[in-house]
């Protein structure tokens, strides 16, 4: 498995702020996602973070929204911009990890999130 | 985005019982996660299957990876109170092998 931890666990933020989560693993993984979960949801996928290039982004999200920085392979943070209401989820990072000869994806705690 | 149908959306049951949920999808998966999210915590992962018609077993827990590939089951046996959760199905495949997720399955187990 891989451990990953986040930070912060939880923040509560006013309306037009913006807020950076980090996403530490305890070693160097290829593939790290954000996901999100609205109240209630099941997860989607934000973006891929990408090592050294610009994060992908899944339909839906955009970099200006939510910017995405990976300055390497044990790292990301998510920066949730110019927060709303509407914003107010679980933000989850996830690595891919070998699994025997396959690979398999783990999350990390989550950062809970409450835009008033 | 893209979701996987998984049923029941919910069970209440009695400690001791069986449960089984599944998960069916109009599309081919490579691969099948079944994850288990305790409130308040990030999503961890009980079963991964990877092979059609592969059956594995993780305790009390048991989970298929269908014939077809476009489903999966997850049983568990014998319930105890800490069954309790969000139970994530996860399929992977497909142009761009994203993770798919069910839309899960709330676990209640009284006592």
């Known amino acids: 498995s891989a451990v990953i931890s986040q930070k912060p666990s939880r923040d509560i933020c006013q309306r037009g702020t913006s807020l950076t989560i980090q996403c530490q693993v305890d070693?160097?993984?290829?593939?790290m996602f954000w996901y999100r979960q609205q109240p209630g949801q099941s997860l989607t996928l934000i973006a891929t973070a990408n090592q050294g290039s610009e994060a992908t982004y899944e339909s839906g999200f955009v970099i200006d929204k939510f910017p995405i920085s990976r300055p390497n392979l044990t790292f990301s943070t998510l920066t949730v911009s110019n927060m709303s209401p509407e914003d107010s989820s679980i933000y989850l990072c996830s690595v891919v990890r070998p699994q025997g000869f396959q690979e398999t994806q783990y999350f990390g705690p989550g950062t809970r999130l409450l835009v008033l | 985005g893209q979701q996987l149908n998984q049923s029941p959306q919910s069970m209440f049951i009695q400690e001791g019982e069986d449960v089984s949920m599944n998960c069916t999808s109009s599309s081919i998966f490579n691969t099948w996660l079944w994850y288990k999210q305790d409130p308040g915590e990030g999503p961890v992962l009980l079963i991964a299957?990877?092979?059609?018609?592969e059956l594995t077993s993780n305790g009390r827990l048991t989970a298929q990876f269908g014939i077809t590939r476009k489903d999966s089951f997850l049983n568990i046996s014998a319930s105890i109170p800490s069954d309790v959760g969000i139970y994530f199905c996860a399929g992977q495949g497909g142009a761009t092998n994203k993770l798919i997720f069910g839309t899960g399955t709330l676990l209640a187990v009284q006592p």
């Open positions: 299957l990877y092979k059609a018609g």
């Open positions: 070693s160097q993984v290829t593939m």
